[in-house]
């Protein structure tokens, strides 16, 4: 029973030290400093050189002398912004809760898709939001509330304690790939009907709302990402068509840059391996050795399918057609596969370049 009650003791003493931590929000210590007064200026009796004097530690007089003093002082440091989401970023040494998105999604107009995923995030809040310029520039959001449960056990109520409303200002680069998300605190009222709102707050609350923002935006990009990679699962994007010289080709649905960086994951996976490359003509030149899959392999389905070429040496070549690229596959001296060689290893080569089940 001793023991019981000891190991209960603890559990009290370590709950009630949790809820007497103090968030530090106000300075602590001795505060005589407050109480001091400047000493009079040092006079200099004639006759006397007068000593040297360093304006080092001089408080000039124009400063404001009304602010906080001793514990009244909020010591919190501000809120950072986070740049979480793809292509985020922050201007260096700026107080303002605003930040940058650098366009990662090719098939979305930047601007548009942050407005789109600002409106959403609202939505989600159950928090209106109108646009207060006709060029979709400027909104500003309903109120935000937050609650404090009050009562005690079975008897709770939720109490609003303050309200916040946001605006929130887009800002697009003339060639459209940057656009700047800042968030300003426009109204404020507490449960008191206090109007007005701590600086340090204020800045918190901006800074808070616009990392929530931007958190779904990186949530956006990856569901978009998501929906990309399953339409390319269910979506055939490599065809057997011709390149722009009228050699056999597969024409893959994809951008050229794109289809080249992702290139060596194909090669890495398929048994080739990369001997040279010619970026400026976009040509990879390649050894290709059929995967030899152990027996284990085969069972288990661990084993890459296996392209039915000699080995041999090879060339990779990329060129544009019509917003898609045109693949050329040729031997050591650049004589194009035929047709009939693209079809053959078809089954093998679509689901590769589609980059599809590549770890």
Same mark, same amino acid.
């Given at each position: ?177 940057? $656009?700047?998300?800042?968030?300003? !605190? @426009?109204?404020?009222?507490? /449960? ?5 709102? *701590?600086?340090? %707050? =204020? ?117 544009? $057609?019509?917003?898609?690229?045109? !693949? @050329?596959?040729?031997?050591? /001296? ?5 047709? *009939?060689?693209? %079809? =053959? ?15």
């Amino acid at each position: 029973m001793n023991r019981r009650i000891f190991i209960f003791s603890l559990l009290s003493l370590s709950i009630s030290a949790c809820s007497s931590v103090d968030n530090a929000k106000h300075a602590t210590g001795d505060f005589e400093y407050g109480k001091m007064t400047e000493n009079k200026k040092l006079v200099i009796p004639k006759g006397v050189e007068e000593p040297k004097f360093a304006n080092d530690y001089v408080i000039p007089q124009d400063i404001n002398h009304n602010g906080p003093v001793g514990e009244k002082i909020d010591i919190r440091a501000p809120s950072l912004v986070l740049p979480i989401a793809s292509g985020a970023r922050v201007e260096l040494n700026s107080t303002k809760a605003k930040i940058w998105f650098d366009k990662v999604l090719e098939n979305k107009e930047l601007d548009k898709f942050i407005v789109s995923t600002l409106k959403n995030k609202l939505e989600t809040d159950g928090v209106d939001i109108k646009a207060v310029d006709s060029k979709d520039h400027l909104f500003e959001s309903g109120w935000y509330h937050k609650s404090k449960e009050t009562g005690f056990w079975l008897w709770t109520d939720q109490t609003v304690v303050e309200s916040m409303r946001f605006q929130y200002q887009i800002e697009t680069k003339t060639h459209g790939r940057s $656009v700047a998300l800042s968030v300003k !605190l @426009v109204d404020f009222e507490a /449960k008191d009907g206090t109007k007005t709102m *701590d600086i340090i %707050d =204020k800045q918190r609350a901006e800074v808070s709302m616009l990392n929530a923002v931007v958190g779904h935006v990186d949530y956006m990009y990856r569901k978009n990402q998501r929906e990309n990679r399953l339409m390319r699962a269910t979506q055939k994007i490599v065809t057997i068509g011709q390149s722009p010289s009228g050699d056999p080709a597969y024409i893959v649905g994809l951008e050229k840059d794109y289809l080249w960086s992702n290139l060596p994951s194909f090669f890495e996976k398929y048994g080739f391996i990369i001997d040279d490359l010619n970026e400026t003509s976009n040509i990879y030149y390649v050894t290709f050795t059929q995967p030899d899959n152990s027996l284990w392999d085969t069972l288990w389905g661990d084993g890459a399918p296996v392209i039915e070429l000699p080995n041999a040496k090879y060339q990779f070549k990329l060129n544009d $057609v019509d917003n898609k690229t045109a !693949l @050329v596959l040729t031997d050591e /001296k650049g004589k194009a596969l035929s047709s *009939d060689m693209l %079809d =053959k290893i078809f089954s093998v080569m679509e689901p590769g370049l589609s980059f599809r089940n590549l770890n």
